[in-house]
């Protein structure tokens, strides 16, 4: 009897794993494949699709590049190219896409979405920004009008700072608050900007790319300013127990940054599970559930611009992105894409940033 | 056929040995040495952007050699878990001595009350650390509570500081133990023929523990230098900038700065730094033992 039923155990296991294998694979950051990001593919095919995540872009590259392999991925824009090289993606049907028109104009023909060949090989399923979330209390001569990014440089402020510590975020804002582009930039201007980016090593307590790091030292009072993404600042407005009030900064001379993650579809897509179930992930990242869900729990904004109407009041508040004219919003800010010679870049950085160089 | 067989196999003690051990042997030459290879292989090729260039190069190395923030990284990780071999092996030839010599009965459970904390994982005990040095952590808020201090201490975390203290505990276990046993193998009679003949406390314990007890003590060293000079949990989370050690920048060239090839004689440069350094040591401090009269 006993070995009855583990033969039907194992039986069952195994079974299982075959149901699931012809489920669509979604490989995304963590979080993102929580249940209101799948809630309409599970409506659709009565089952949950296959995921797993990455923490960072990086790790997901050296992982796919030895072989790993799903359906649909979700790096960010800047990642396209590299990846599209490497021959992990193929170019994708928009015709196939529920949402595809919901989508604003600016954020479908940002680069990375299409090639010069005219195929889309990126959609975008969120967008968030770049700036400084600023102390007002402990640093008040920083609020309104006078936002800048300055303070991550003042010299009153050492010591109390908090950095990203990923190159495709920090080195185009230092860049830029010294009028540099980075993502056109000669070897005598990135010479100008490592300056800056050794002063700023100098100044800064945190250097991480761990948001709740930033977040728990901004709310201990530990640091004045941090280099944060968007959903860091809502996550301090809603902490509770931390009650000084925080600025994201919009400084009036300078624009701000923006990055766009959204989904790619794999060259192995269709291999294992059929190609529309693929498509159907897709579809489901940029559902309406998960537009309302991006904009009342992390604070992102979607790309499906419907999710605006569905949305509390409350969470619309917080949100830094002009609803009413996306297009313009976006428009005043600096998409993030990818640095030339970035491997050069980053090896260099990470020198610095280890006070070696 | 069988009785050939046998014969090979038991014509030495040695043979028998190694037989025995063979599969495990064979499964540990093919884990580790594999890896090791792979990564010679790598540090010889170069990689640009996604592309890797297999023809045999010496660039790497020669980036690795005239880079002086190489230099300087490798030599910071040295001084780090140079310091932090000293300090916990000092630390922890005390503690070895006393479950060796003092403690007469139930010896057994002090061994295992010492290594009660690191029952945990390695992560967590350094985490453990974070609370402890942090801006509202254990000591600044005590501090703090008494009126000692103003403002919260800002030297303790996110510096080198505090990566030789996580390190020093992290890895205390690791150096108590095998002291202990070389401590516990010393034949007592010889102390007592020493003190019958006329020793101090002091000069028992020179000229015949200490010099006896000295394969402990290497054993331990060298648990403690050679692992923690690539340690990267540690300085990743609480070195801060000045604390960040050799193995980060390697991680770092094996994921965002996507070049394997100088990652991998990075790992190999240093590798044969610490090992040339270990056999100096191991050689000095075996011929300053055997002067000890």
Not at chain 2, 90 to 113: C, G, N
Request: negative net charge.
């Amino acid at each position: 009897m006993k070995i009855i039923r583990d033969i039907l155990i194992s039986t069952l296991f195994f079974v299982s794993f075959a149901v699931n294998a012809e489920e669509a694979h979604l490989f995304t950051w963590v979080d993102q494949d929580d249940i209101p990001f799948i809630q309409h593919y599970i409506d659709k095919y009565g089952a949950e699709p296959k995921t797993s995540v990455f923490e960072d872009e990086d790790e997901a590259f050296a992982k796919l590049r030895a072989g790993y392999s799903a359906d649909v991925y979700g790096p960010c824009s800047y990642e396209i190219p590299r990846w599209r090289d490497a021959g992990l993606i193929q170019p994708i049907d928009v015709s196939k896409l529920e949402y595809w028109e919901k989508i604003p104009e600016s954020l479908r023909n940002m680069p990375g979405v299409y090639d010069d060949k005219g195929q889309v090989w990126f959609i975008p399923h969120l967008f968030g920004n770049t700036s400084v979330i600023v102390n007002t209390k402990l640093a008040p001569e920083y609020a309104g009008d006078k936002n800048s990014w300055d303070i991550l440089w003042d010299p009153k402020y050492k010591g109390r700072v908090g950095i990203l510590a990923g190159a495709v975020d920090t080195i185009p804002l230092v860049a830029a608050h010294i009028g540099v582009n980075a993502y056109d930039m000669t070897d005598s201007e990135w010479e100008t900007v490592k300056v800056k980016l050794r002063e700023l090593v100098d100044q800064a307590r945190i250097i991480t790319n761990v948001t709740g790091e930033l977040e728990s030292a901004m709310a201990q009072g530990e640091v004045v300013a941090v280099e944060a993404w968007n959903d860091s600042y809502n996550n301090l407005i809603w902490d509770e127990q931390f009650t000084d009030p925080v600025e994201y900064m919009q400084p009036i001379d300078q624009k701000i940054f923006s990055w766009v993650c959204g989904f790619a579809l794999s060259s192995t897509a269709g291999n294992e599970a059929p190609i529309e179930k693929a498509y159907a992930l897709i579809d489901s990242g940029l559902s309406i559930q998960a537009a309302q869900f991006l904009i009342e729990d992390w604070g992102y904004a979607p790309a499906n611009a419907d999710g605006f109407g569905v949305a509390s009041e409350e969470a619309l508040e917080l949100i830094i992105v002009d609803t009413s004219d996306v297009d313009a919003w976006l428009a005043n800010t600096i998409f993030q894409e990818v640095m030339p010679n970035l491997d050069k870049i980053v090896e260099e950085w990470e020198l610095i940033r280890a006070k070696v160089d | 056929m069988a009785s050939t067989l046998e014969n090979i196999f038991s014509r030495s003690d040695s043979t028998k040995a190694y037989s025995l051990l063979s599969p495990s042997l064979l499964l540990l030459i093919f884990v580790f040495a594999f890896p090791i290879f792979f990564l010679i292989a790598y540090s010889f090729w170069t990689q640009d952007y996604v592309t890797v260039d297999t023809t045999l190069t010496l660039e790497n190395y020669k980036t690795v050699i005239n880079k002086s923030a190489y230099h300087t990284l490798i030599k910071r990780s040295l001084v780090i878990s140079s310091l932090t071999t000293l300090v916990t092996v000092l630390l922890a030839y005390p503690m070895a001595y006393y479950v060796a010599f003092v403690v007469k009965d139930r010896k057994l459970l002090w061994l295992i009350a010492l290594t009660i904390p690191f029952w945990t994982s390695y992560l967590l005990r350094v985490f453990a650390w974070k609370l402890i040095l942090g801006y509202n952590g254990v000591i600044n808020g005590s501090l703090y509570n008494l009126g000692i201090i103003e403002n919260p201490l800002s030297f303790l975390l996110y510096n080198p500081f505090a990566v030789f203290v996580t390190l020093a505990h992290a890895w205390s276990a690791f150096a108590i133990l095998p002291i202990y046993v070389s401590l516990e193998k010393i034949d007592r009679s010889l102390l007592e023929a020493a003190s019958d003949l006329g020793d101090s406390a002091f000069k028992r314990f020179w000229r015949i523990t200490f010099p006896l007890s000295f394969p402990g003590v290497l054993a331990a060293a060298l648990i403690i230098f050679i692992p923690t000079t690539g340690d990267y949990i540690t300085p990743k989370l609480v070195g801060g900038s000045e604390g960040i050690m050799v193995a980060n920048l390697i991680q770092i060239m094996f994921g965002k700065a996507n070049n394997w090839p100088l990652g991998s004689s990075l790992a190999i440069v240093t590798m044969t730094i610490v090992t040339v350094l270990v056999i100096c040591f191991v050689l000095i401090s075996r011929w300053l033992i055997s002067r000890i009269k």
